[in-house]
């Protein structure tokens, strides 16, 4: 294995300093790792690069044009959403991502977490409690309620193994199909296709979202599909805020229409934090943090380091989401 350049596009500053130091930790005793500085010309750094590694976010369609000897575009982190990939088609160059596994089990207890606080009302019962009240706050038992999980992937997966010991009935709609002795050791009861949501939603008591955001997700929780679910029914986001139409999201809350939700992610990020849904006490929120923890950052890290030392070994990178084939001056 030869010893190559890498540009590693770093974090915004307002970020945890980990995210940055695993991905050279991984890295630098075998490769030459140089950190974007965007007050230095960009052309220059990307000169003779062979591996971009960017932090999920902060990729430019400039950048990909300065990255004319690269064989290999790594995201540090799952969503590629913000990734125009028939430009890298088009140039022949490789997006991979970290697998979904590297995050899975911090999401599901993040999703977990939404699911307690709103089953046991816990904003109300704060409130309450510097009120001096007692008593007053009514909690939903989890036993017998009905969960639907909404992408049975990694994070769904990890999701239903949380929810199972609680009690909850969990239903699944994925678009692949699942062994049975998986779906029973999830305590999954119902896996459906796509053209089952509308029914599974209409018996939710709480639905959970994990799915890639694409041109056949965005909004897959709409208008009307939030009027098919039940007004005691809980919403919990910890995927991407695209998922859901959040102004028919906000309308429903405010309305009194819907139990209430848990949202780690937002349509646009930063969000108006100042908006009245926010405020209510049936809504949770967090600044997509559900996958920062220390151990999500280091697994990601060390896949990066493995899909680099696969360039400088002369194999093609893993987990590859675009198609590089069809473009010209290919460099897989």
């Keep these: 294995m030869r010893r190559i350049k890498v540009l590693y596009l770093p974090a915004p500053p307002d970020m945890a300093p980990c995210w940055d130091r695993d991905v050279i930790d991984a890295l630098r005793d075998r490769h030459d790792v140089h950190v974007y500085d965007p007050a230095l010309p960009m052309h220059q750094q990307f000169e003779g690069c062979q591996v971009v590694i960017e932090h999920g976010s902060v990729g ?7 990255a004319g000897d690269a064989k290999l575009w790594q995201v540090h982190g799952t969503g590629v959403d913000h990734l125009d990939l028939e430009v890298f088609n088009a140039r022949g160059l490789a997006v991979a991502n970290c697998p979904g596994q590297h995050s899975a089990a911090a999401l599901a207890e993040c999703a977990m977490m939404f699911l307690l606080m709103l089953a046991r009302s816990y904003q109300k019962c704060r409130t309450d409690f510097h009120r001096n009240f007692t008593r007053e706050a009514v909690a939903m038992e989890l036993s017998g309620r009905n969960l639907l999980i909404i992408g049975l992937g990694a994070s769904g997966q990890q999701l239903a193994s949380r929810a199972k010991p609680f009690g909850l009935r ?5 678009v692949r199909p699942f062994d049975q002795t998986l779906m029973d050791d999830l305590g999954v009861v119902e896996l459906a296709k796509p053209d089952g ?12 979202l994990h799915l890639h955001l694409n041109s056949k997700t965005r909004h897959i929780i709409d208008s009307r599909r939030l009027g098919l679910m039940k007004r005691t029914a809980c919403l919990i986001n910890v995927s991407r805020g695209g998922l859901v139409d959040e102004a ?3 309308e429903r809350l405010n309305a009194g229409k819907l139990g209430g939700a848990g949202l780690d992610v937002f349509e646009t990020e930063p969000t108006r934090t100042d908006l009245p849904v926010y405020q209510l006490d049936n809504v949770f929120t967090s600044p997509h943090l559900a996958g920062t923890t220390d151990l999500v950052s280091r697994r990601r890290s060390v896949f990066c380091g493995h899909n680099v030392d696969r360039i400088a070994s002369g194999l093609g990178p893993e987990n590859i989401v675009n198609d590089p084939t069809t473009g010209i001056n290919c460099r897989r």
Excluded: K, N, Q
């Design 197 to 208: 949501l509308d029914r599974l939603l209409a018996d939710a008591d709480f639905v959970s």
């Design 170 to 174: 969990i239903a699944a709609v994925d």
């Design 60 to 66: 430019t369609a400039a950048m990909i044009e300065a």
């Design 248 to 250: 028919a999201l906000h």
